[in-house]
């Protein structure tokens, strides 16, 4: 059973930096695709970024260039590098397995403008 567990978020002030990071356990994690997810009060949940096994990124446009999503293979480990944080970053991140279906708890972040 795939397990996903996120850290790292909390309080930062707009234009500040956090780091999220999601470890997993219980999946070849080498081999699959993981996005982080997130959402915001009264919407939907969005993708925000995703990297395949090759370690290709992706972005939603309302990150690039501010956000970085990255993954170490050997520690089964997907870091978000949140920087230049906006109030409208403001939400409950996820990480997300597509290939097993798995949801990590979420960790809250808040951007105080």
């Known amino acids: 059973q795939v397990q996903l567990v996120e850290s790292g978020g909390g309080l930062v002030q707009a234009g500040g930096s956090l780091r999220l990071s999601c470890v997993t356990s219980?999946?070849?994690?080498?081999?699959?695709?993981i996005g982080w997810y997130r959402q915001a009060p009264g919407k939907q949940r969005e993708l925000v970024a995703s990297i395949g096994r090759g370690g290709i990124p992706n972005y939603a446009d309302s990150v690039k260039g501010r956000f970085t999503i990255s993954r170490d293979n050997a520690k089964n480990v997907v870091y978000l590098q949140m920087n230049s944080l906006k109030a409208e970053d403001t939400a409950v991140y996820y990480c997300?397995?597509?290939?097993?279906?798995?949801w990590g708890q979420g960790t809250q972040v808040t951007v105080a403008s």
């Open positions: 997300h397995d597509p290939r097993s279906g798995a």
């Open positions: 219980g999946s070849t994690f080498s081999i699959n695709a």
